[in-house]
């Protein structure tokens, strides 16, 4: 991994625990990020919502607001990339933070290089530019789904889908190969700039969300097909 610094990056963490956000600005601040810390709900609502921040690192657990209030009320306001950050590890917790609008999440046991590594992947996300000749994206259509990129935009029928940008992400990634298994590995590397050597569950919490928005059922998916062992598959439930 290349550890070069990141230029000007404005971090906010949101934690109670002044120990670990002193050893998250140690660590990051000589690869160029600019890190405050908040330790109250309130206060990083506050924080978030009127200061421009490249990302935010939320804590589940925080005294005046818990760290799904904090969310929804940042959400409201702003769309800053939040890594929530746990020691809770209950994956009703993590699906819930990433259906209101959580990019990633993370336990308390992360190793530092590994929040580097999505840091990197979050800003990356909402930072980056079409290349120079790059032709518009299209727009996508799956059954009564339709997913149009340039606008971030996906319908069900007429209802509008209320997706976190990683869930819009992931579905266009999958629709634009509908009809072909994507492999979680793959995914990961094209919707978040990243690839991991390693398994990586955080797909799986990503696509759980992601289904109950669609109204599916994993286990007689209209849209979303698990192939056990290889990965997901977007399939045009009207072609079944």
């Known amino acids: 991994m290349n550890d ?17 956000c002193r050893l998250i600005r140690d660590y990051l601040e000589p690869m160029g990020y600019a890190v405050e810390a908040v330790h109250t709900g309130p206060d990083g609502v506050e924080r978030a ?8 690192i939320l ?8 760290g799904f209030e904090v969310l929804k ?13 746990t020691a809770r590890g ?12 959580a990019d990633d999440y993370l336990p308390k046991t992360f190793s530092t290089r590994e929040l580097l590594a999505r840091l990197r992947a979050v800003t990356r996300r909402t930072t980056r ?25 996906a319908v069900l029928g007429d209802q509008p889908l209320d997706l976190t940008p990683v869930e819009f992400d992931l579905l266009t990634c999958l629709a634009r190969g509908k009809g072909r298994v994507k492999t979680r590995e793959v995914l990961l590397e094209e919707i978040r700039d990243r690839n991991y050597d390693v398994f990586d569950r955080s797909i799986d919490v990503h696509i759980s969300a992601l289904r109950k928005k669609l ?20 399939i045009n439930p009207d072609a079944e």
């Open 90 to 101: 209950d994956e009703a917790d993590r699906i819930v933070g990433l259906e209101i609008g």
């Open 129 to 153: 530019a079409p290349a120079d000749g790059e032709a518009a994206p299209r727009e996508f259509v799956v059954g009564r789904l339709r997913v149009v990129p340039d606008t971030r935009t």
């Open 59 to 66: 804590d589940l657990m925080l005294p005046g607001l818990d």
């Open 215 to 234: 109204g599916d059922d994993p286990k007689s998916p209209r849209f979303i097909r698990t192939y056990r062992g290889a990965g997901y598959m977007l």
């Open 4 to 20: 070069s610094p990141a230029p000007g990056i404005r971090l906010l963490v949101i934690d109670d625990d002044r120990k670990l």
């Open 73 to 85: 009320r940042i959400r409201a306001k702003v769309d800053v990339p939040v890594l929530m950050l």
């Open 49 to 56: 919502t009127t200061e421009a921040w490249q990302a935010v």
